[in-house]
């Protein structure tokens, strides 16, 4: 195969400090493509049902989800992958729920009590005098009160659960979750601990959208394999303080494959791409040069699909898109990476009806008028380096995460928050509870800024696109601009975070506590 035609995402050899793999890693451009079967988690049932205080004598639906070490193969041709997952796969089950039908689960820790990852003692929270095996379920994007959400500090060890409620008391969308875990977390998601969570309401139903067999979660993210098959994350080459900057594989899985098929129905899919990966960015487009058509974003559906011929999605961002397969019955179509095919659809010859539809428009999204803010908090995004020019901790507005808390939003009110990156790289930027708008980005003057905190623009505001002018929870904040959104702090009051979701920096000082009064 001509290399070329594949952009390797790794970086290990071109990272400073970073030390060399103490074993030999597999090279994905040396294996089959397109010899197992995607596959698609099962949805989860629920166990049982059980009332809860905030519901009185209701019954609620009772999921178990226990953590558990598991052995799966990644690749035909290769060995079977340690791993841990919720349910014992990777992406765990997924939990489909409805708007205004509240869900209890509880988040069963099952797992071995050593860690098969190198854990960083330096940083905070992951001090030796810490478990090594500690675990906290959080719900990406789901609006829950501060005791549900999945607070880092409230991690549990093997042989505990904590049981979270989540009312469903928001629109129909592709959520996600995932360990949270203070100072590990970027370990526990390594070694596989996520799922999707979905939530359907009566609106997005009537749409008439595909649905059922035809609505299927793709899960992308990318790893590094050691010929043994077991997972490699990389460390510096500091053995006190192994935590790196970046974690970039070149393996890209989707669903807990690398390179699947999935065969398809000449007709039309709805897909749901989430970005689980670590710290790498998806540049998503589909081999026979059609557009996608975006549907959905973060925090649901557009106000109108939007036609995409590609889709960059960073950490933790989603996008739902809508792809008709009618015109390539016996094809076969391949959703890329940059110039790299790692899933197959290879459509059958034939099909059932499709009486599916793809309205054009979809949902009103009501802009938040900015006037109605009561604060605007700017917010550095920065990083401190160690002589050599290495990053040492990545820092939100110059504080840590043990700093009191300074964001202290009131119930019910609207603030914009403005992120100003002076780092070198995108940051996607993620605050619980809340969903928000991106109102614009805006280049201005590092010099001004570091010198005086004064921002001074540079150029004009760029609004957001189509595609991110909907309901988001994550955003990307690029280097050089100030990213501005805007959001409604409705909710219980009580203290939830807010960080970046390249992992190794939340990791490492890039998570601040704020807190809804
Ligand atoms: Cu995807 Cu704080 O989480
Ligand atoms: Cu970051």
């Known amino acids: 195969m001509d290399s070329s035609m594949t952009m390797p995402m790794t970086q290990r050899m071109a990272m400073p400090g970073l030390a060399a793999p103490n074993v030999p890693l597999v090279n994905p451009l040396t294996l089959a493509r397109f010899v197992d079967a995607l596959p698609v988690p099962p949805i989860a049932s629920p166990i049982g049902k059980r009332t809860h205080p905030a519901y009185g004598g209701q019954q609620l639906p009772l999921y178990r989800m226990p953590m558990r070490a598991f ?22 089950p997924t939990i489909v729920t409805r ?5 209890l689960v509880e988040w ?15 940083i905070h929270g992951a001090e030796k005098s810490k478990p090594d095996v500690r675990t906290v379920t959080h719900v990406h994007g789901a609006r829950v009160s501060a005791q549900n959400d999945g607070w880092p500090e409230d991690w549990y060890v093997p042989g505990k659960s904590s049981t979270a409620l989540y009312p469903g008391n928001q629109d129909a969308t592709t959520l996600w979750y995932h360990d949270h875990a203070m100072g590990i977390t970027r370990l526990n998601i390594y070694a596989g601990l996520f799922g999707s969570f979905l939530v359907h309401d009566d609106d997005e139903r009537a749409l008439g959208l595909p649905s059922g067999e035809f609505d299927i979660p793709l899960v992308l993210y990318d790893r590094l394999l050691a010929k043994s098959g077991e997972l490699y994350y990389p460390v510096s080459d500091d053995p006190e303080a192994p935590w790196v900057s970046e974690c970039h594989g070149d393996a890209l899985l989707c669903n807990g494959k690398l390179y699947p098929y999935l065969d398809v129905e000449p007709r039309r899919y709805r897909f749901r791409l989430i970005n689980v990966a670590n710290t790498s ?14 549907i959905g974003s973060d925090q649901g559906l557009l106000a109108a699909p939007v036609d995409r011929e590609a889709i960059a999605l960073y950490p933790a961002e989603r996008a ?3 792809v008709d397969f009618s015109a390539y019955a016996g094809q076969s179509v391949q959703l890329r990476h940059q110039a790299d095919g790692i899933v197959e659809f290879r459509v059958r010859g034939k099909g059932r009806r499709d009486t599916s539809v793809v309205p054009t428009t979809l949902r009103p ?7 109605t803010a009561v604060q605007d908090r ?11 020019g290495n990053p040492i901790t990545m820092l939100l507005d110059g504080k840590m995460w043990s700093d009191p808390i300074s964001e ?27 969903r928000f708008q991106i109102l614009e980005r805006r280049p201005f003057d590092l010099y001004a800024w570091n010198a005086r905190k004064e921002l001074k623009f540079t150029g004009p505001a760029i609004p957001p696109p189509a595609h991110e002018a909907g309901w988001k929870d994550t955003v990307r904040c690029d280097p050089g601009m100030i990213t501005r959104i805007i959001a409604s702090f409705d909710g219980e009051p009580g203290k939830y975070v807010w960080h970046c979701h390249y992992l190794e920096h939340e990791d490492n000082e890039m998570m601040r506590p704020y807190e809804v009064v």
């Open 71 to 92: 052995r799966a193969k990644v690749h035909r041709d290769l060995p079977p992958t340690p791993q841990w997952g919720y349910a014992g796969s990777a992406p765990g």
């Open 281 to 294: 960015f998806f540049n998503l487009s589909l081999s026979h040069g059609k557009p996608f058509q975006q």
């Open 365 to 371: 999204v009501r802009r938040i008028d900015p006037s």
């Open 320 to 322: 739902e898109v809508i």
């Open 99 to 103: 708007r205004g039908e509240p869900v």
């Open 378 to 388: 700017v917010l550095g995004l920065g990083e401190q380096d160690d002589a050599g």
């Open 408 to 434: 202290k939003p009131k119930k019910g009110t609207v603030e914009t928050w403005t992120f100003v990156n002076v780092t070198g790289d995108a940051h996607p930027i993620h605050l619980h509870l809340v």
């Open 108 to 122: 069963v820790n099952e797992l071995p009590t050593r860690h098969f990852l190198p854990i960083d003692h330096g």
